[in-house]
């Protein structure tokens, strides 16, 4: 395979047909660019859909990654190991107060799955409650969180039941919960659902009721986490959950997720209840160590609110006329337009900017945390090219 349109096809055709692929061959990064196999570059706002938090080949998880292949690099739970444990400290160290107990996994839709377990264990009730334009992922349990019926439908008749209603309303989420409600689970943003932030007192409000009525509230931080301006969405709401699931940007890429969750429901686990051979192995907990002292030595949490400013002022600033709406917190941020986003998004593309869609009307943008003042402004800037190039 020696030209672009060899990798393409091979890549494409041998694989089933489960994504919609750009003509895009990507080969390498260095920060928040990347570049193809021809040797153009492009600004990454998508950070591999959120995964890449300190962008690509940053240098300290790449050490990391190096030496602890050379030591050790799978090492199942049921032993303890220097680097997990290390891990497992720093990260309840950023958590909300009170998330004391880690289980880890692989993934974000693996960290929802032990958390719907756990909730059901400790509660002895199976009902869900969640939020139309909810994403939790597409494993059977977390599939039947998630709202989306186009996930949803294929594998109906064996998804357990659950209750949508509408994201940042306190009323219709009260009238949902009932004594059979184990798990209320929300996002503290909704990222494929549009990255639409709630009022400030939702969540709040949402742990009150769920509470109140004996369920869990479990939180899925698998796309805000280390994102928004602090450790952990919720954070800003000053809240701790029953339960908190995370991944993505964890580990800048190397593949981990992670569980929280209170000594309560720690309590009432037994052994076998749940698992994960690969889950918690040293290779991914020594990127996630390198990861978070990254974002703590090089200051990129407050970076990030200054950056993800500077991004919405100058997307609004564009005033165009085919923008309808400028959201989010933090790096992660939502531009909602009158048009469809799938000629945006060719046309970011064509002018070397990777974005992503969030439905059908709203671009996600997820850049790392160490994009520079340029790379922005130079996103602004193809944006409204973008759009006047639709006319």
């Keep these: 395979m020696t030209t672009t349109a060899d990798i393409y096809a091979a890549d494409k055709t041998l694989q089933p047909p489960l994504y919609a692929k750009r003509e895009v061959v990507l080969a390498r990064g260095e920060g928040a660019t990347l570049w193809d196999v021809d040797g153009r570059s492009y600004v990454d706002m998508m950070s591999n859909y959120g995964v890449n938090i300190l962008g690509h080949a940053h240098p300290a998880v790449t050490e990391a990654i190096t030496q602890q292949a050379g030591a050790l690099i799978s090492c199942h739970q049921s032993f303890a190991n220097d680097v997990r444990a290390q891990f497992l400290e720093t990260l309840t160290g950023i958590a909300p107060e009170g998330l004391s107990r880690v289980f880890l996994s692989n993934s974000g ?32 349990g977390a599939l039947a969180a998630t709202a989306e019926k186009k996930y949803r439908e294929p594998f109906a008749s064996i ?33 494929e659902g549009g990255i639409v932030v709630p009022d400030a007192d939702y969540l709040a409000g949402a742990q009150f009721l769920a509470r109140s009525a004996g369920a869990l509230l479990v939180l899925d931080e698998v796309q805000t986490a280390l994102r928004t301006g602090a450790f952990f969405a919720c954070q800003h709401s000053g809240i701790t959950p029953d339960l908190l699931a995370t991944a993505k940007g964890l580990a800048n890429g190397v593949p981990i997720g992670a569980t929280l969750m209170t000594e309560e429901i720690a309590a009432a686990l037994g052994g076998g209840v749940h698992g994960s051979t690969f889950g918690g192995n040293p290779l991914a907990c020594a990127a996630g160590l ?50 469809r986003v799938t000629p945006v998004l060719k046309g970011l593309q064509d002018r070397g900017v990777l974005a992503l869609p969030a439905g059908s009307l709203v671009i996600r943008l997820l850049p790392p945390l160490v994009i520079t003042e340029e790379q922005v402004d130079q996103t602004v800037a193809a944006i409204g090219e973008t759009l006047d190039a639709l006319g």
């Design 290 to 339: 390198a990861t978070i002292e990254a974002i703590r030595t090089e200051g990129l949490l407050e970076r990030s609110v200054t950056l993800g400013d500077r991004l919405r002022d100058g997307i609004a600033a564009l005033n165009h006329p085919k923008i309808r709406a400028v959201r989010g917190q933090g790096l992660m941020s939502g531009v909602e337009f009158r048009v």
């Design 159 to 191: 998804l357990s039941a659950a209750t949508h209603v509408p994201f940042n309303d306190l009323d219709a989420l009260e009238a949902a919960i009932d004594s059979t409600t184990a798990i209320v689970i929300l996002e503290p943003i909704q990222g």
């Design 109 to 140: 839709t693996e960290a929802i799955e032990a958390a719907l377990k756990f909730a059901r264990v400790a509660t002895g009730r199976d009902g869900i409650v969640a939020a139309r334009g909810g994403y939790h992922g597409r494993t059977i």
